[in-house]
C-alpha cells in the first residue's frame, strides 16, 4: 500500500472514529427513551429489545412537555429576533461612526462585560426586578431578559463582521439615493448574513440552553422552557430515566434542525472577514 493511500485510510478511520464518538451519546440517549423500564435496568444494550413509545407518551401527557417546548421555542425565536435587531443596528453605528474620547471602544467593552458576568450574580437583581414589573413566572419576562443579555453579544460579533464591509459599497447605493438606513438593510445585511447566521446560532443555542435563569425567574409549565422541564423528572426517590431520555432526543431536535438550516451560512460566518 503507497504512503497516500496508508494516509487516506488513517484519515478516514479516523474521522468514523471522531463521528462515532461524536453521535454515541444521542445514539444511547435514542435507544433508552424506546426501551421499557425493565430493560433499563437490565444491563447495557444498544438496541431496545422491546421498543416502546411509553416513554413518549408518558413525557407528553404526564409531565407537560409540549408546554416546555412551545415555551422555548417562542422565548428563544423572539428574544433572538429582538437581539438581532437592537444590536446590528448598534453594532452597525459602532463600526461606522467614530466617536470622541474613544467611547467606540468602551461601547464594545461595556457590552463584553455584561456578557461575561456570572449569571448567578444577576439572578437575584433579575428576580427582583421582574417581580416589581409583575412579569415573574412569564415568558415575556424571559423573552426581555434574553433579549436584553444577547444584545450585549450580539453588539460585540456584529461590530466585527460589518467593519469588514467596504463602505465604497453602501456609499455607492447613497449616491444612487438611497438613504443611510435603506443601504443598510438592501446592501449592507445581504453581505453580513454569514455574520448573522453565525451570531444567531451562537444566541439560539446559549438561550435555548440556559437553565440557572430559567428555573429562578419561572415556577410552573406555563412558563418554565425545556432545560427546567427536563430537571422535573428527577425526584426525590427516583429518576423517570426513560422520560428523561426522551426529553433529550425531543429537547434536541429543535437545535438540531436549526443548525442544519443555517449550516451553510454559519460555516461561512466562522470565517467570514479571516481573510482580506
Known amino acids: 500500500m503507497s504512503r497516500e493511500r496508508a494516509l487516506a485510510v488513517a484519515r478516514v478511520a479516523v474521522l468514523g472514529v471522531a463521528i462515532v464518538v461524536a453521535l454515541f451519546p444521542f445514539w444511547w440517549m435514542l435507544v433508552t427513551s424506546l426501551k421499557q423500564p425493565v430493560d433499563i ?39 433572538v429576533a429582538v437581539s438581532l435587531v437592537l444590536g446590528t443596528l448598534a453594532a452597525y453605528a459602532l463600526a461606522r461612526f467614530r466617536l470622541r474620547f474613544g467611547l467606540n471602544q468602551s461601547a464594545l467593552v461595556a457590552a463584553l462585560l455584561v456578557r461575561t458576568l456570572p449569571p448567578i450574580l444577576l439572578v437575584i437583581p433579575l428576580y427582583l426586578t421582574l417581580t416589581k414589573y409583575g412579569l415573574l413566572n412569564t415568558r415575556l419576562g424571559l423573552i426581555v431578559i434574553y433579549g436584553g443579555l444577547n444584545t450585549s453579544f450580539v453588539i460585540w460579533m ?67 422552557t425545556v432545560p427546567v422541564g427536563v430537571s422535573t423528572l428527577i425526584g426525590k426517590i427516583q429518576i423517570e430515566w426513560g422520560p428523561m431520555a426522551a426529553a433529550g432526543v425531543v429537547g434536541a431536535l429543535p437545535i438540531m434542525i436549526f443548525a442544519i438550516i443555517v449550516q451553510r451560512h454559519f460555516v461561512r460566518g466562522l470565517t467570514f472577514g479571516a481573510v482580506k
Open 41 to 79: 435496568f437490565r444491563g447495557v444494550s444498544l438496541v431496545p429489545q422491546h421498543p416502546t413509545g411509553d416513554n413518549y407518551s408518558r413525557l407528553f401527557g404526564d409531565y407537560h412537555m409540549g408546554s416546555f417546548l412551545v415555551n422555548s421555542l417562542i422565548v428563544v425565536t423572539v428574544s
Open 158 to 224: 456584529m461590530q466585527s463582521f460589518l467593519e469588514e464591509i467596504p463602505k465604497d459599497i453602501e456609499e455607492a447605493a447613497m449616491v444612487d439615493g438611497d438613504s443611510r438606513l435603506r443601504a443598510l438593510f438592501r446592501v449592507v445585511l445581504p453581505l453580513a448574513a454569514p455574520g448573522i447566521a453565525a451570531t444567531a446560532i451562537f444566541s439560539v443555542i446559549t438561550t435555548y440552553n440556559d437553565f440557572l435563569l430559567a428555573l429562578t425567574l419561572t415556577s410552573t409549565p406555563a412558563a418554565q
